[in-house]
């Protein structure tokens, strides 16, 4: 399994829902993770 699994799907789901000119719904958290934020 490749190290950059979650970050490909994180991607896929930024794409389906964030609304262009926005601020993307997920933010990563250096060190943590990532946050859905409204």
């Given at each position: 399994v490749e190290t950059n699994v979650i970050d490909v799907y994180i991607?896929?789901?930024?794409?389906?829902i964030d609304v262009p000119g926005r601020e993307?719904?997920?933010?990563?958290?250096?060190?943590?993770?990532y946050v859905m934020r409204r």
């Open positions: 991607r896929y789901l930024r794409n389906k993307s719904y997920i933010q990563t958290v250096r060190g943590t993770g």
